[in-house]
């Protein structure tokens, strides 16, 4: 099946500098990849999704890329705010295996004021 | 509203009495799905459910029962808890379970302890 790996496990960055959080996906058909951030003791809500059709998609400070070649996409945010620290999990959804989402296991998102 | 709600948020139980952590969406979703959520684990799939009547196991089915008698339910059953079932359990549902994936939608966990 589908294995998904998430780097890195924890991020510490300054409030207003950007952060990178990169996934990689071992089965090339996989064709839907969403993003989403969990607050500490709340649900995992999606903040992003992508396509295998796309490369690119911005949502204002958000974006996601994806290198369907090397099947890796991330996850960027630009100009963070302390209401970014959060944990941040990727997923990777294969077409013909009923919507079954990979999750990765995680990044812990630390912006300090 | 649009949700996907759960009950109990919080439970703690002894070894061995049965539970049920109840999952009700009002979206008219076809997918559904239970979620464990353990430390330094992410999150981990339980069972499905594809509609009414169809349910097939995750990644960790083990010690773990469901149902989908109706489209909007999807209970998740614990015959005999064991210490080790104690998590963060997320319901989640999604419009789609074709081969147009969408976005799965959370409950609000249940945090269940099993002393």
């Known amino acids: 099946g589908e294995n998904v790996e998430q780097h890195p496990s924890t991020l510490s960055v300054q409030e207003g500098d950007s952060a990178v959080i990169k996934c990689t996906y071992s089965?090339?058909?996989?064709?839907?990849f969403p993003w989403y951030k969990q607050e500490l003791g709340k649900r995992p809500q999606l903040i992003i999704d992508?396509?295998?059709?796309?490369g690119e998609k911005k949502d204002q400070r958000i974006a996601v890329t994806l290198n369907k070649t090397a099947k890796h996409f991330s996850l960027h945010i630009t100009e963070t705010q302390p209401e970014d620290s959060a944990v941040y999990f990727c997923?990777?959804?294969?077409?013909?295996?009923?919507?079954?989402?990979?999750f990765g296991s995680g990044t812990k998102l630390n912006v300090k004021p | 509203e649009a949700q996907v709600t759960q009950n109990p948020r919080y439970l703690i139980t002894v070894t061995g009495k049965k539970l049920t952590v109840t999952c009700s969406q009002n979206?008219?979703?076809?997918?559904m799905s239970w979620y464990r959520q353990d430390p330094g684990l992410g999150l981990r799939q339980i069972y499905y459910?594809?509609?009414?009547?169809?349910?097939d196991k995750g990644d960790v089915p083990e010690g773990y029962k469901v149902s989908r008698k109706e489209k909007r339910n999807f209970p998740l059953i614990l015959e005999s808890p064991s210490p080790n079932q104690t998590s963060l359990y997320f319901c989640?549902?999604?419009?789609?379970?074709?081969?147009?994936?969408?976005?799965?939608?959370f409950g609000p966990g249940t945090r269940l302890t099993v002393l």
């Open positions: 992508i396509r295998s059709n796309v």
């Open positions: 459910s594809m509609n009414v009547e169809v349910t």
């Open positions: 089965d090339s058909a996989s064709n839907y």
């Open positions: 989640a549902s999604s419009l789609t379970s074709g081969s147009l994936a969408d976005t799965q939608y």
């Open positions: 979206m008219n979703h076809e997918y």
């Open positions: 997923a990777a959804s294969i077409p013909d295996n009923f919507n079954k989402f990979y």
